[in-house]
């Protein structure tokens, strides 16, 4: 019997079933890698056992102990007034908690000339480490960091492009057990105070300059002006200095890997709200790096050898995340500058890393639907251009993919190849839904819920639905649930950013609908949803029609509260060439009536010069609403562009 549903783009051959590693997974934990179904019942209902089972598949370096406890958290004073959390399932539970491992072991492992880094920048790769070339590298910065006096329980805090200096420096941190945070040097001052300020860090490393657009941008004075401003005087170490020459590039340094705790911090990630100061996550080492694994190695189907690449700046969460391919003895490769830079004569180029995947012989190509959008404007197929013969999967994060972009992928990249639309966040630095080698590919659908995820979608009544949207919902603990939020009544922010609204259950802010394949579709933040004539209307449903459109650059969608009713307003950068009139916005709106429905036609659409981004590249719908209904946008220091919201105070102004 045919199943119903969006046509099928990718069917995963019968040697998937025995030959990938999920499939052995399955197989070795006693069930048919065709039921997967089974399989992921197992992994949320015996998840002591999923997760036991999973370190030793993937050969976690590390002392395991018993695997999971519920202890209280007896962290943090403020527990005191939240005696209900200290029971908590989720809040409560400590998986390994006698578990040590060092994460810096991991990902160093493997044969010594096995290619560990590839790294690139505008002009392409330019550099290859073996293992043993990283290692040597990780410990002359070990011994850099030591010198300064960076021990376990510290912090260090990096203003770094994606270099192998801002890995190296990343990967010694945590070998000395001590806790990293990475910023990107294009953020300003005041946003790198504003993360770098909450975490106290004994040590931070910056780079002198970066490069973007055959341009270099200095960072010395941002540097040393955000240290100047934090008021607790750590030590600013710049690459490339004489200090760094002399203290953190003798690669003959011994290399120590001490274990430490399994949830010991171990990467502090910043998220950027639209009010107050980003906040300030930490993550355990352990848990990060065991669900990373899980990731790649079952989801990912990454094998020893593999090649993986992911345009990120060294702040996004997926910086770290390809970083653990190294666990999983595949290679990254690190790519600094534009993705699509701009050439001498003013063109862009939309080879480039496409010519670096048949470079660097690449299987696995991240990348999110915004750049996808790109090629697609301009009209680029890479399999015009490049052989890709190596590739074996492309993944997608930071926003909903449309269908169309699905299409496009297999049309115009490759057609054998496994796409992966992946979605979680810096929350769980992990994913709730992910790709498989052993599910079709349907368009315009996330194809299964992670192993070891209890998701369900709630709707208003907080009943599990299938086939409508609502609210996803995890109902388990997991080993990569944040440790705490920094900052004063951290553990109270962080219970009430995830669990005030369903007391013990993970509500993560995302409006998604599980369909009856168990595939997910998320239709945008619920905080954006929408809700004209009180209809829930995910802003993704707007932004799949609209984002056809070769006449439209970028588009942002926000609710407009007009007398009770919230309308639908809908801003668009026309793209060059492009205005918009009264009969393309016509158009538009019969489109979106067509695609959509009647109740997701804007009752505005406006042209804007520019949207407003976060500085990790993501729309910020909830500061454009802000600021076209008049108020104060809290958060600016967290935008790329805050100029961008003068155009949408405008609006109704
Ligand atoms: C995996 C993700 O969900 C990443 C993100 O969108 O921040």
Redesign the pocket.
């Known amino acids: 019997m045919t199943q119903p549903g969006p046509a099928t783009l990718w069917t995963p051959p019968d040697s998937a079933f025995s030959d990938s590693a999920l499939a052995r997974f399955a197989l070795a934990n006693g069930f048919d890698p065709r039921r997967y179904d089974e399989l992921h019942g197992w992994s949320v209902s015996r998840r002591d056992e999923f997760w036991d089972a999973l370190w030793d598949f993937t050969g976690v370096l590390g002392d395991k102990g018993d695997v999971v406890e519920q202890p209280p958290r007896t962290e943090g004073a403020d527990l005191d007034q939240l005696p209900s959390l200290r029971h908590g399932r989720m809040f409560g539970t400590r998986y390994f908690p006698h578990g040590r491992l060092n994460v810096a072991e991991n990902l160093l492992r493997g044969e010594p000339g096995r290619l560990a880094v590839l790294a690139a920048d505008e002009t392409g790769i330019h550099t290859r480490l073996t293992v043993a070339q990283l290692r040597g590298r990780v410990a002359a910065v070990q011994a850099g960091l030591r010198a300064a006096g960076v021990g376990e329980g510290d912090v260090v805090a990096g203003i770094l492009p994606n270099t192998v200096e801002n890995l190296t420096t990343m990967i010694a941190t945590l070998s000395l057990g001590a806790a990293w945070a990475g910023c990107s040097p294009d953020f300003g001052v005041a946003g790198l105070v504003d993360r770098i300020g909450q975490v106290a860090p004994s040590v931070v490393v910056a780079a002198q300059s970066y490069a973007y657009n055959g341009r270099d941008f200095d960072v010395r004075a941002k540097a040393e002006e955000v240290v100047a401003r934090l008021g607790t005087a750590p030590d600013l170490v710049l690459v490339g200095s004489p200090r760094w020459d002399e203290q953190f590039t003798d690669e003959t340094s011994a290399l120590t890997l001490e274990r430490f705790p399994f949830d010991a911090p171990g990467l502090i990630m910043f998220t950027s709200g639209t009010t107050g100061l980003p906040k300030a996550i930490v993550h355990s080492a352990g848990g990060v790096l065991l669900q990373h694994l899980k990731e790649h190695v079952l989801h990912g189907d990454v094998r020893p050898g593999d090649v993986h690449s992911w345009f990120t700046s060294t702040a996004?969460?997926?910086y770290a995340w390809v970083v653990s391919v190294l666990a999983a003895e595949a290679a990254v490769v690190l790519i600094d500058g534009n993705p699509s830079p701009r050439l001498p004569d003013g063109t862009v180029d939309c080879g480039h890393l496409w010519r670096m995947a048949d470079d660097a012989g690449l299987t696995h190509f991240g990348t999110s639907p915004r750049y996808l959008s790109g090629l697609m404007d301009a009209g680029y197929a890479p399999r015009e251009h490049h052989d890709l013969g190596a590739l074996r999967s492309v993944l997608s994060?930071?926003?909903p993919v449309s269908a169309e972009q699905y299409d496009w992928l297999y049309a115009e990249v490759k057609r054998d190849m496994v796409f992966a639309s992946?979605?979680?966040?810096?929350e769980i630095h992990g994913?709730f839904q992910l790709g498989s080698p052993l599910h079709p590919v349907r368009r315009g659908e996330i194809t299964c819920v992670a192993l070891g995820h209890a998701v369900s979608v709630l709707d208003d009544r907080g009943a599990p639905v299938v086939g409508e949207k609502g609210e996803l919902v995890c109902t388990e603990p997991f080993p990569s649930m944040p440790l705490t939020f920094l900052g004063d009544g951290g553990l109270r922010r962080y219970h009430d950013t995830y669990f005030a609204e369903r007391p013990d259950v993970w509500t993560h802010g995302d409006l998604a609908e599980l369909t009856p394949r168990r595939s997910v579709v998320v239709h945008g933040r619920s905080d954006t949803t929408l809700k004209p004539n009180g209809v829930r209307i995910g802003t993704a449903e707007i932004y799949r029609v609209v984002d056809q459109r070769p006449e439209i650059a970028e588009s942002l969608v926000f609710g407009h509260t007009a007398r009770t009713d919230e309308e639908v307003v809908l801003c668009l950068v026309m793209a060059e060439g492009h205005e918009l009139t009264p009969g393309f916005t016509k158009e538009l709106k019969a489109d979106i009536r067509a695609q959509a429905s009647p109740r997701h036609v804007p009752a505005h659409v406006f042209a804007v010069s520019e949207v407003p981004y976060t500085l990790?590249g993501?729309k910020v719908e909830g500061a454009a609403r802000t600021a076209a209904g008049g108020g104060t946008v809290k958060n600016e220091a967290s935008l790329a562009n805050p100029g961008s919201l003068h155009e949408f105070r405008a609006l109704f102004a």
């Open positions: 996004w969460m997926m994060a930071g926003a992946i979605c979680g966040g810096t994913c990790n993501k």
